[in-house]
């Protein structure tokens, strides 16, 4: 059998088409940034443009696994469409332009699809948390082999917090300075002890994708790779002394509208590695839309 899912994020889309039997394998993925949250902290609603962009986006995607003549099409939305106000309009407009629903889940959904998907296809040793930051929250996973011991949503991601903390292109010093003071807040209260920690997200893949030289951008390529603290540690020095624009043009990997955002992601990794005190983060390329994927190989076989 043949499924598919789509991830309606905070700041992109993505999709995955794979083969089911009694293992996963994907057939095609692709990804779309549409900063879908872009405004959501200050108004509480979702802007019109990214509205129309990400139902288009959809629908293309909707289209595009219906090429692959897959029986089931799984869409879920994550933080953006938890907190909106106006986010049955917009499930009201995904459902009119494809003739699917889609369904919002919860941090603790969204946490466990995230975990599943690092259980399945990295197989961690010992116990491991996974930190999958995304755009509008960062959820904290740790358990071993499929089993959840831990898990905690914090309500921030790359979008909210370059809203708030990052007013300067570059950042200034004590924009960084008030953004890994209250990460540090945060992130400490989801502290638990593990053997390895393992990141996902746009974020983790990109820096992981220019630290090996890995472009164009291939999945399989990135999952699995290691970062260490002292790396992550450069890269932020690095691209946080550069304007938007000249990350862009120096670094072919950063996507345009991943460039201004960039930052708060990585600041979130280096602050949970600095906290959890590890040295080394393994990424993660496979995140929710491939635990949606696993479920099914779990319920089924």
């Known amino acids: 059998m043949k499924i598919a899912s789509i991830d309606v994020g905070s700041y992109s889309i993505r999709l995955s088409v794979a083969q089911l039997n009694k293992s996963l394998q994907v057939l095609h993925e692709e990804g779309r940034i549409t ?14 443009d990214r509205m129309e962009e990400s139902v288009e986006v959809i629908r293309g995607f909707v289209e595009k696994a219906k090429s692959f003549e897959v029986g089931k099409i799984k869409i879920v939305g994550t933080e953006a469409l ?18 699917l629903d889609l369904r919002v889940i919860t941090p603790e959904e969204e946490g466990r699809y995230a975990f599943l998907s690092v ?5 961690p040793k010992g116990k491991f948390c996974i930190i999958d930051q995304g755009g509008g929250s960062t959820e904290f996973v ?26 300067s292109d570059p950042p200034k010093n004590y924009e960084l300075e008030s953004l890994k003071n209250f990460l540090d807040e945060e ?16 974020t983790i ?16 390529d990135v999952h699995g ?30 996507e345009p509208k991943r460039a201004r955002v960039i930052i708060p992601g990585l600041v979130i990794f280096y ?20 635990g949606l994927l696993v479920e099914e190989v779990i319920r089924r076989y």
Not at 142 to 166: D, M, R
Request: hydrophobic residues 40%; charged residues 30%.
């Open 271 to 290: 602050r949970s590695m600095l906290l959890f005190g590890k040295d080394r983060i393994r990424v993660s390329d496979w995140g929710l839309k491939e």
């Open 142 to 167: 740790c358990g071993s082999g499929f089993q959840i011991e831990y898990l905690k949503s914090l309500p921030f991601g790359i979008v909210n917090l370059t809203e708030e903390f990052i007013k």
């Open 119 to 123: 259980a399945y296809s990295l197989r």
């Open 225 to 254: 790779k290691e970062i260490s603290l002292q790396r992550l540690m450069f890269w932020i020095e690095t691209l946080s002394s550069m304007k938007e624009k000249d990350r862009i043009s120096t670094f072919s990997h950063i």
């Open 205 to 220: 893949t990109t820096i992981a994708a220019i630290e090996y030289g890995i472009y164009p951008y291939k999945g399989q």
């Open 82 to 99: 938890r907190r909106a106000k106006n986010a049955q309009e917009f499930l009201k407009r995904v459902k009119e332009a494809t003739g």
């Open 35 to 48: 900063a879908l949250a872009t405004d959501l902290r200050e108004s509480g609603l979702l802007r019109e």
């Open 187 to 202: 992130i400490k209260q989801v502290v638990s002890p593990c053997d390895e920690l393992i990141g996902l997200g746009g």
